[in-house]
């Protein structure tokens, strides 16, 4: 059994896990990693590799078949219901398919992470305005998610995903409808959240991006990591 002492440096222990989807389609093999506190590592591979996959399994949306998920101390494995939501509170998740609440407008969608960790209301809107703001959407704060740009959406999906300040940050390819201006804005939020702490995983298949930032890279091919680069640019 891996148990994460609770103060430890270590954010992410992956132990032997394996996960397949029933009745038979492996997507994870014998994954082992480890991560610590304050890293920013991006996950890379083709469509298909388990990067969402791997994602998932960190914030308990897939349950591994076998071996040890332990997140900030919490393994995964044998986590409660309750625990569950507590873990999912403390942690930051932009989803591939964005997960935004139709009937609410972008600021309440935004608003919405903080009310569930009690925020108080005036405070809950002033953040959510302010990140917003920080991802280009001040104008569109009143709109309903399905009258925005597949873009538009994600920068919500993002904005809702960081206003908490969380300690972990998941991004399913954060970026994949983005501009290029819009994907640097994106990615220097996500690399100031990691300067003031926060651990940052991105899946992504967008080398040139993936090159360009120089960090931690591991390397997916069929659900097994092949790879783990620490500067993949030396
Ligand atoms: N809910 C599911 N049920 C069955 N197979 C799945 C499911 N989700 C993903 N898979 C399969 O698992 C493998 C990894 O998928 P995924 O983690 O989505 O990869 P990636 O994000 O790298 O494209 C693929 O073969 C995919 O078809
Ligand atoms: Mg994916």
């Not at 029933?22 to 590799?49: C, Y």
């Not at 139709?102 to 919405?112: K, M, S, W, Y």
């Not at 995903?161 to 972990?168: D, G, I, K, S």
């Amino acid at each position: 059994m891996v148990q994460a002492e609770p103060r430890s440096h270590e954010m992410i222990n992956l132990y032997h896990v394996d996960k397949v989807y029933p009745p038979n389609q492996t997507a994870l093999r014998d994954i082992d990693v480890r991560i610590n506190r304050g890293e920013f590592v991006f996950i890379a591979g083709a469509s298909g590799a388990g990067k969402s996959t791997l994602l998932k399994l960190l914030f308990a949306e897939e349950r591994a078949t076998r071996g040890q998920v332990v997140v900030g101390g919490r393994n995964l494995v044998s986590i409660s219901r309750p625990q569950i939501a507590e873990l999912r509170r403390s942690v930051g998740v932009i989803f591939q398919d964005y997960k935004l609440l139709e009937t609410r407008t972008v600021l309440e969608n935004v608003a919405f992470a903080l009310e569930v960790i009690g925020v108080r209301k005036r405070e809950r809107f002033q953040l959510a305005f302010k990140m917003l703001s920080a991802v280009g959407l001040k104008e569109r704060i009143h709109a309903l998610p399905p009258t925005l740009s597949g873009g538009e959406q994600q920068r919500v999906s993002i904005a809702r995903a960081l206003v908490n300040r969380p300690q972990l940050i998941l991004a399913d390819e954060p970026t994949g409808n983005l501009d290029p201006d819009m994907t640097i804005a994106v990615f220097n939020l996500l690399l100031e959240a990691c300067r003031c702490g926060a651990t940052v995983i991105v899946a992504s298949h967008n080398l040139s991006l993936i090159e360009e930032l120089n960090k931690r890279t591991l390397v997916l091919d069929r659900g097994r990591i092949i790879g783990d680069f620490e500067h993949p640019n030396g």
